[in-house]
């Protein structure tokens, strides 16, 4: 099994390092757009506020996240940063979002 840490090139310029970190740029982004487009529908629902925040699955998520650095030779420690301060944001737009939502009357329980 290939591991993504093995998948990057030895750079020996600047320039090589910022277009290998543009072209990931350009995976991210799009998987991150998805990744709030959940969220809303996360808000839509859950439609409660007292919902949004899930310690449980915030500690699933660290902990698949943890593993899965270690399978692809990263650190652990920093994934679990970046997932966290990540998971922060999304919660903060989730709350928005519902506002947003209960505010054009879209919220619904399904």
């Known amino acids: 099994m290939s591991r ?3 998948k990057v090139p030895h750079c020996t310029t600047m320039a090589q390092v910022r277009q290998g970190v543009d072209a990931l740029d350009d995976i991210l982004v799009p998987l991150l757009v998805q990744r709030s487009a959940f969220m809303t529908q996360a808000a839509r629902v859950k439609n409660d506020t007292q919902l949004v925040r899930d310690e449980a699955r915030i500690q699933a998520i660290v902990d698949r ?3 899965r ?3 692809e030779g990263g650190d ?3 994934l679990e940063q970046l997932y966290r301060g990540m998971m922060e944001l999304f919660i903060a737009y989730e709350h928005q979002e519902l506002a947003r939502l209960r505010a054009d009357g879209l919220a619904a329980k399904e």
């Open 4 to 6: 993504a840490i093995d």
């Open 65 to 67: 996240v943890r593993e």
């Open 69 to 71: 650095a270690v399978a």
């Open 76 to 78: 652990p420690d920093l």
